[in-house]
């Protein structure tokens, strides 16, 4: 039996309240960088709690800063007390909704088919723990409420208007969280060390030819079949050219050419999606993939032209603050509430622009509310359902990532002010 723990009980009792403003954000949901109903209502549920609020300038987002209460173990030199950052996205995807809840979008070609409006309503409860139980607070506390996830690198941009000097010094520590709907049941934290999910990039070709009859190729430069043969080769490129234990995938989505069956067009298309799993091959691979394109169609006798559009960078866990993560999380919920990844995730996650300025972890939260989450929707999906019962305990695990992490911040700065039996728990 887990003994008596007020922060784990204060989290249940928030339950209700989360899941109503769950329900109201999925209800409402906005899509980009411009959230202005999904800001104004995290300023709502924080208002009250003594924290110091920075709307963004350029961008929907909420940051807030809670002042610890232990100043005098959090500082006991003279020093800026140290300060970790909890981060949710709140931006919803271009997707009309089809899974016939009552409480559906009721916005047209839009939905939370990605689950930031549970991320949202676990910061939101966060922050209401962390604002009750400052005394345990041993540094600051950054609450990073982001828009524009969903390819609009949201995160970039907050790091430029100063989320992470938000506190004064530059958060030592920074953790994140994202429900997936499908694959294991509701409860269970995962991730690993190092990189968790992948770098995300756009490939967009354009083979420029020489049009003509169809019936006589040979008085033509055919772009289509260069452009077929650029496809199958970018799939032999990654086999052959790249180490098999550090994938690469690149994925045709799009392929445009012609108008009618009996005419070769001038140019062709390809549009294409790119993953990697290292900062490495992320470097490498452009070079790669522009030369293969531009040398096959060369070898034809056409040209081609290679727009390489880079997006997020690979999503890289500290080990050691994986390895604390893991600890929290198996001693606030028990050990069989956390599976280590045996590997990566090939979609791609923004929360890597701040993975890759200070160390940090990000968890994933199972949240499937399907009888089999085995066969469950996908995040994405028009019909991905997410069960509301995560909420309270991932609103605890931020909580409890923050208060132990600044406490072991603190004790690494000065031992000897350390004091409690258990790092962070509140009694």
Sequence with gaps: MKPPNRLRDDAAALQDDLVRLRRDLHRHPEIGLHLPRTQR???????????????????????????GGRPGEADPG??????????????????????????????????????????????????????????ALAGDVVFMFQPGEEGWNGAARMIEEGVLDAAGPRVSSAYGMHVRSYGAPAGLFR?????????????????????????????????????????????????????????????????????????????????????TFSPANQTRLPGEVTRLCLHIAEAYGLTAEVDYIEGYPVTVNDEEQYEFART????????????????????????????GEVPGCYLILDASA??????????????????????????LVHAELAIRALRRHAERRSPATSRGSVPGEVA
């Design 41 to 67: 209502a995290v300023l709502d549920e924080l208002s009250g709690l003594g924290l110091e609020i920075t709307p963004g300038r350029s961008l929907s987002s909420v940051t807030a800063v809670l002042r």
């Design 78 to 135: 003279g020093e800026p007390a140290p300060a970790v950052l909890l981060r949710a996205d709140m931006d919803a995807l271009p997707i009309t909704e089809l899974t016939g809840l009552d409480h559906a979008s009721q916005v047209d070609g839009a939905m939370h088919a990605c689950g930031h409006d549970l991320h949202t309503a676990m910061l939101v409860g966060a922050a209401r723990l962390l604002s009750a139980h400052r005394d």
């Design 191 to 275: 991730s690993r060390p190092g990189p968790l999910m992948a770098s995300m990039a756009e490939l967009r070709v354009t083979v420029r030819g020489v049009g003509g009859h169809a019936s006589m190729p040979h008085l033509s430069r055919d772009p289509v079949t260069v452009a077929a043969e650029i496809v199958t080769s970018l799939q032999t490129m990654v086999t052959r050219r790249f180490d098999v234990f550090d994938p690469v995938v690149v994925t045709v989505g799009f392929i445009n050419a012609g108008t009618t069956s009996n005419t070769i067009p001038d140019t062709a298309t390809i549009n294409a999606t790119v993953r």
């Design 328 to 355: 929290v999380v198996s001693e606030v919920l028990g050990a069989d509430r956390f599976v280590p990844m045996a590997s990566p995730v090939s979609a791609a996650e923004d929360f890597s622009e701040v993975l």
């Design 370 to 395: 399907a009888d089999d989450p085995a066969t469950a929707p996908i995040n994405h999906s028009p019909r991905a359902v997410f069960d509301d019962g995560v909420l309270s305990d991932g609103a």
